[in-house]
């Protein structure tokens, strides 16, 4: 499958990275085609512009200034999101790449009477995402009911690709972790790569 992989981490060395790289690894040895799209490497401008919203409903909207994030997406079978929960909500970079990239024409069509939105992404067959989190499990499990993983699930793919398996893996009390668990968890991810 043609894949896009998308990291979101400030540090080049960080946690996150490390999981990314691992999902990387197992999607290039099991000959999937891996673009890969690293926001705050490339400096990706999470702001949504003036004269992109101002577009918003036109029947063209203006995509100039992410046209290769939109070509990236449209082209995109799989598509990997690895990044860090940030006070149990994505952070801003990721969210800002959602807001531009997922555009009217691009990931939806929006109705002349605002009625249901009809999905675009027919193409994206498989959503992943992996994330980091500081809290336990049972803080994000139980007490907030898991709010990112509704919120990309629900809120944005079943709007966008409602076709696409959406996966999500969670690696909890991330600040300090052991290296057996980190371990275990990049196995988890081979695993879940593996059935790509």
Known sequence: MRCLVVHVHPLPRS????????????????????TFLDLYEIGFDPRLREDERETHYAPVPNLRHVEQEVAQLRDAEMLVLVFPTW?????AMLKG???????????FAQAPDFGPLKPLLANLRRVVAITT?????????????RPVRRQLKWGVFKSCAPAARFDMLSFYGADNPRPER?????????ALMSRA
Do not use: M, N, Y
């Open 15 to 34: 946690l996150t990275r490390h999981f990314c790289d691992a999902a990387r690894k197992v999607l290039t040895e099991r000959g999937h085609s891996v």
């Open 87 to 91: 006070w149990f909500g994505l952070p």
């Open 97 to 107: 790449w959602i807001d531009r990239v997922f555009a009217p024409s691009v990931a």
């Open 133 to 145: 989190l500081g809290s336990p499990w049972w803080v994000d499990r139980l007490v907030l009911r």
């Open 182 to 190: 980190v371990s275990a968890f990049v196995g988890q991810i081979a």
